[in-house]
């Protein structure tokens, strides 16, 4: 399984963009790159999943470069409600256990 | 469409009594994975599970632990003789397929 490497917490403010970068020098070709989104007490909750380039939804964007081996999770314009834990996986659909969390990034949004 | 459902949500068991967690997946669901995570700690992978099949165990313990998915009802992480080290949240996920999945609210167990 890829290996993934995110920053260990960031602070941000309300009505900023929020850029977290996960690398995953390792990926293979058949692995996707999914984001989920934990409050305290809650169970994660998935945010965006993509392959290659750029994927956008509601409440996210997710961007991948050609080579593959670092994502980015764009959140648009924080808000204090966007305060968690934030998790990049990596690993093939067909896999057992492709759910493999890292640490995550601790998101702190302040007014 | 109801989502992921566990219960219960707290469980208080004194050490050496057994703990019962279930988790009723999503409509539609075959697959389960189960999860532990520690205070502060990030969620550790448990074991996946297909309908009456165990499919990847390798993060569950190998003593005390066990985790079944029959073909009717729901799934069920079972903990023999429990200790104080087995306090946790315990959450609960399934998939259509392999791969993007939905977590339940977890139960969070106490072992006094």
């Known amino acids: 399984l890829a290996k993934t490497t995110q920053p260990i917490s960031m602070d941000s403010y309300e009505g900023q963009e929020v850029n977290i970068t996960c690398s995953h020098n390792?990926?293979?070709?058949?692995?996707?790159i999914t984001w989920y989104q934990q409050f305290p007490s809650q169970g994660p909750r998935f945010i965006i999943q993509?392959?290659?380039t750029k994927v956008t939804n509601e409440v996210a964007s997710l961007f991948i470069p050609a080579d593959r081996k670092s994502s980015t999770l764009s959140l648009p314009r924080v808000s204090l409600s966007d305060t968690a834990v934030y998790y990049c996986?990596?690993?093939?659909?067909?896999?057992?256990?492709?759910?493999?969390f890292g640490g995550g990034t601790r998101l702190m949004v302040k007014p | 469409n109801a989502g992921v459902m566990q219960n219960p949500r707290h469980l208080v068991r004194r050490r050496g009594q057994e703990a019962r967690l279930r988790c009723s997946p999503m409509?539609?669901?075959?697959?389960v994975y189960w999860y532990r995570q520690l205070p502060e700690e990030g969620l550790k992978f448990m074991v996946y599970?297909?309908?009456?099949?165990?499919?990847?165990e390798s993060g569950m313990p190998k003593e005390r632990f066990s985790a079944e998915f029959p073909k009717e009802g729901p799934s069920i992480l079972r903990i023999q003789q429990v200790v104080r080290g087995d306090s946790a949240a315990y959450f609960c996920?399934?998939?259509?397929?392999?791969?993007?999945?939905?977590f339940g609210q977890g139960t969070r167990l106490t072992v006094v």
């Open positions: 996920a399934s998939s259509p397929r392999a791969g993007t999945a939905f």
């Open positions: 390792n990926i293979a070709t058949n692995d996707y």
């Open positions: 993509g392959y290659k």
């Open positions: 996986l990596v690993g093939d659909d067909n896999a057992g256990n492709m759910l493999t």
């Open positions: 409509k539609g669901h075959s697959h």
């Open positions: 599970l297909q309908k009456e099949n165990i499919i990847d």
